[in-house]
């Protein structure tokens, strides 16, 4: 696939989806029993080998914690700031970025339980204003948590730096104060990525940033207020919350963006404004509260079972770095051959890459954050090209969910038809 001129593919290559991409993967569909077996017992030993691994192959700082049946191991490698070699800790707060999408999903789906919202009443109902007309008639709640909305992303147009193969727009939004109806408008005002309901979705930070305006239309109160004491609270989380400014409170580490060679040495933006990414990237957790989170949500303490039904119905859906995610409402979809289904969501935004999987059972779990993200040199047609952090995450991955030094998740088919392949130019959040 040929790019375009003057613009550039911005691949996250420390999530499960795009790992695939970033390696050259390619497997077939497993039959209906090729997941049945379960994965091998963690082994500490190998964990902890796993994520000196990742140190090792560039990344500063790496660390997680991964649960299996009742059993609960935590870990870190490298260091949390470069210029003081102060370490990394297991125990640290991340951005967790587009992890909040299911902590937002689930909110939602609580209004739907009580009636206040239908999944598959128009979105202009409860928002004329900022979705008018007949788009607001055909456009659905549903299609907003499923991103089949075909509302485009507003990240280009928010950083439009990023379509010039530039960072500087990363910089002048540090602290920028941006309200949601303005980038909601940004992102209505570009071409559609298609029609509403298509079967085949389009990722769009836009759908998430009305699905907070929604929740505060019902609720009455801000989203990150009602996310924090119907989701956060209720499920027991101790560390995770929205800031309420550019500073993450509490021990965590500084968060180094590479921005694929154009920054170099890799600059840290742990002191952010997050004002552009709230209900949709805006989170900040530990990944003992990302764990217990799955853990709680996908037993149905969170949510009722008909509703959790309702998040795992997926469908095939194009991330921003032009790969395909299996994705329900708020939900990614990983089946591995041999090890199992897991459900979860991973996130990268200015320095921090961070995803949370839970087998489908309950037994297995992973979370595991790092603070660096886009660390891939690009070739002459700005495609990121494979990097030794690609294979080491891999086997960290491995390890942790199965037990195995391979992490070879089933890709998503790429449908006959459908949206345009070609990537925007903005991070996969």
């Not at 954050?369 to 047609?381: G, I, P």
Request: charged fraction near 20%; include cysteine.
């Amino acid at each position: 696939m040929k790019l375009r001129s003057k613009k550039i593919r911005l691949v996250l290559c420390a999530g499960v989806a795009a790992l695939t991409a970033c390696v050259g993967t390619v497997a077939a569909a497993p039959g209906p029993d090729a997941a049945t077996s379960g994965p091998a017992r963690v082994d500490p030993g190998k964990l902890r080998s796993a994520m000196d691994g990742v140190h090792r192959a560039g990344v500063p700082g790496v660390f997680g914690e991964v649960r299996d049946a009742g059993r609960t191991w935590r870990g870190a490698s490298g260091v949390a700031d470069l210029a003081t070699g102060r370490p990394v800790d297991a125990g640290m707060r991340q951005r967790v970025a587009s992890i909040t999408k299911t902590f937002t999903a689930a909110a939602v789906m609580q209004q739907v339980e009580r009636g206040r919202i239908e999944l598959d009443a128009p979105v202009g109902d409860h928002l004329p204003d900022l979705v008018p007309g007949e788009r607001g008639k055909r456009i659905t709640v549903r299609m907003l948590l499923n991103n089949t909305s075909g509302i485009p992303d507003y990240i280009p147009y928010a950083f439009p730096s990023l379509q010039e193969n530039s960072p500087r727009s990363l910089d002048d939004n540090r602290f920028r104060e941006f309200r949601p109806a303005e980038l909601i408008a940004l992102g209505l005002a570009a071409p559609p990525t298609g029609e509403p309901g298509g079967p085949v979705g389009v990722y769009s930070n836009t759908n998430w940033l009305l699905l907070g305006q929604l929740l505060e239309r019902v609720t009455g109160t801000t989203a990150e207020r009602y996310i924090t004491r119907h989701v956060i609270e209720r499920a027991g989380l101790r560390h995770t919350g929205f800031p309420d400014g550019p500073r993450i409170d509490g021990p965590h580490p500084r968060m180094y963006e590479a921005m694929f060679g154009l920054l170099d040495p890799p600059r840290d933006y742990s002191v952010y404004g997050m004002s552009w990414a709230m209900t949709g990237a805006g989170l900040v957790a530990t990944m003992e509260d990302l764990n217990r989170f799955y853990a709680e949500l996908l037993g149905g303490r969170i949510v009722g079972r008909a509703s959790l039904a309702e998040m795992q119905r997926t469908i095939p859906v194009r991330a921003l770095d032009g790969t395909m995610i299996d994705y329900g409402l708020g939900l990614h979809k990983v089946v591995v051959p041999g090890c199992g289904t897991f459900w979860g969501h991973d996130g990268s935004l200015w320095g921090a890459g961070t995803i949370s999987l839970t087998r489908a059972d309950g037994r297995r779990q992973m979370s595991v954050a790092v603070n660096l993200q886009r660390w891939n040199e690009r070739d002459s047609e700005g495609i990121p090209q494979p990097h030794p952090i690609d294979g080491a995450l891999r086997t960290l991955y491995g390890r942790a969910l199965c037990g195995t030094d391979t992490f070879e998740p089933v890709p998503v088919p790429v449908p006959v038809s459908g949206p345009a392949s070609e990537p925007v130019p903005a991070t996969a959040l």
